[in-house]
């Protein structure tokens, strides 16, 4: 089946790094998206990976292993603004995107 | 960048009523439009495809009689939830994707409405 992955919560500290991480099985792969999704809001896009590597975008970049099936996005300098969920989300070989539960990060002063 | 709306922000209505939401592309082509649901604190549950001029492909446990899907033109799909019970409170997002030149078949979602069936 498929199956995206990714923790529940996280809590880091205005200023800091944190980490979001994602694995993935798909059936075929298209491609890695990571959206931004504040509470009430609907999602908005930040990052794709369908190459190996690190693709770097202001304070957030994304990485990609296809090989482990695995993704983080890395949020430097966070800001209180920061607090949100982020959801991990794959487009199969049908291109069909299919979705984490989203991780909720905690910004504190 | 693509811009979807959709219509209205919210609704209120009375149980064993239907609400019609659209969904609309606005500065672009989308020949397929996804439509989600999302409970408080849970992430967002793809209830159909749409592409414009055919039937939409359902979701394993959505009710197409149900939830009524429309895609008439390519900016325009409507999803209609006839009979709505309380149950159906959520909050339904759209998405569309653009195919013209794009490097990638990005989604891009419109503001969603929360429907509260009282």
């Known amino acids: 089946g498929q199956n995206i992955d990714q923790p529940t919560e996280m809590t880091a500290t205005e200023g800091a790094i944190v980490q979001i991480n994602c694995t993935y099985q798909?059936?075929?792969?298209?491609?890695l998206f990571w959206y931004q999704q504040h509470a009430g809001e609907a999602p908005t896009f930040l990052s794709y990976n369908v190459l190996d590597g690190l693709e770097e975008k202001g304070r957030f970049s994304s990485f990609l292993s296809r090989s482990k099936g695995y993704s983080y996005l890395l949020l430097k300098e966070l800001q209180m603004k920061d607090s949100a969920s982020y959801l991990c989300a794959c487009m199969d070989s049908n291109y069909q995107l299919i979705w984490g539960a989203g991780t909720k990060l905690i910004i504190k002063p | 960048g693509a811009v979807v709306s959709q219509h209205p922000s919210w609704v209120i209505c009375k149980s064993g009523t239907s609400v019609k939401i659209e969904c609309r592309s606005l500065d672009f082509q989308a020949t397929t439009m996804f439509w989600y649901r999302q409970f408080p604190k849970q992430s967002l549950m793809l209830m159909a495809t749409?592409?414009?001029?055919?039937?939409?492909?359902?979701e394993q446990g959505v009710e197409k009689d149900k939830f009524l899907i429309n895609h008439a033109s390519l900016t325009l799909s409507t999803l209609t939830v006839t009979s709505a019970h309380p149950e159906d409170s959520s909050f339904y997002i759209c998405s569309a994707r653009d195919l013209g030149g794009r490097e990638y078949n990005e989604q891009f979602f419109g503001p969603g409405t929360r429907l509260t069936v009282l």
């Open positions: 749409s592409n414009e001029g055919s039937k939409a492909t359902y």
């Open positions: 798909t059936s075929g792969f298209n491609g």
